[in-house]
């Protein structure tokens, strides 16, 4: 089992790492007691419900509770099955100040306003965490896009690019707009099979609709323009530290245009190697209303 644990200073960026690490397919607990990890992956180890790759984040917030992470560190590096990594993440004094300053919310350390004197005695504090960390990362002068970098090159060699998602889903207008989209594009110019009763109880999934839709050229030409739109973009996406995409493709009812062209957008993409996900929002509601 792939185990981090993510540690380090407050204000460093842990929770920002986290979400990272989720990204990367990784079971992410935040504010995990040290004295609790061994359990945690005892449970995560079964069968019914088996982790492979999982990470903690454990630090100050834990009180007391901390003191035990050097120990549970030296008893999973000396388990066989266990692949750890320990993340160490720090930054200046006077930049954890900042942070906290901006976001208004006290020091976990005192409970009160952080200042140089408190990051200074965690630091003191986090010494012997530290010295048995396998990479420190120091996110002082970093912009999130920039940390995600980091972390792509020191965790998985550069590699991560290959990690970014686009969820193509379609949707009918009639319906409303989904609302976690990033990108809305609209096919109702295309011909609607809807109108023909030989497709109208058909879905855009079936071979004979999509042959109408694509009969049309218009059709082809969206597609690969779309493709070589997303094409261009998406490096740009993954520079600024975005793991996903989530394209929404909508006609009337969501039942033929638009699944067609998501399908077959979809398929252009996952030819070229990118993870796509493909979903019908709202495929079914047609047959519901008839």
């Known amino acids: 089992m792939q185990v981090v644990i993510i540690t380090g200073m407050s204000g460093a960026g842990r929770s920002r790492a986290a979400d990272w690490f989720e990204d990367q397919g990784y079971y992410c607990v935040d504010n995990m007691p040290p004295v609790l990890i061994n359990n945690f992956l005892e449970m995560a180890s079964m069968d019914c419900g088996k982790i492979e790759k999982v990470a903690f984040v454990t630090d100050v917030r834990t009180g007391n509770f901390f003191s035990k992470l050097s120990q549970v560190i030296d008893e999973l590096k000396a388990d066989e099955n266990i692949e750890l990594t320990v993340l160490y993440m720090e930054a200046s004094a006077g930049e954890i100040v900042k942070r906290y300053n901006e976001v208004r919310r006290n020091h976990p350390l005192t409970g009160n306003q952080a200042s140089r004197e408190v990051v200074a005695e965690e630091r003191r504090r986090l010494e012997p965490i530290r010295n048995k960390s396998d990479y420190i990362l120091d996110t002082t002068a970093m912009k999130v896009p920039e940390m995600y970098a980091e972390l792509d090159e020191l965790i998985l060699g550069g590699k991560g690019a290959t990690n970014f998602t686009i969820n193509m889903n379609s949707f009918g207008f009639k319906y409303g707009l989904p609302s976690e989209a990033d990108m809305i594009l609209d096919v109702r110019f295309l011909p609607n099979p809807y109108y023909l009763s030989s497709l109208k109880r ?60 998501s399908e077959a957008l979809g398929e252009m993409l996952k030819d070229d190697g990118i993870r796509v996900h493909i979903a019908h929002r709202d495929i079914e509601l047609q047959a519901k209303n008839r």
């Open 202 to 261: 058909l879905t855009g999934k079936n071979k004979k609709v999509k042959e109408y839709i694509f009969r049309n050229e218009i059709a082809g030409k969206f597609v690969e323009s779309v493709h070589t739109l997303l094409t261009a973009l998406i490096p740009g996406y993954i520079n600024e530290g975005k793991y996903h995409l989530n394209i929404s493709i909508g006609c009337t009812g969501g039942h033929h245009r638009s699944v067609a062209i």
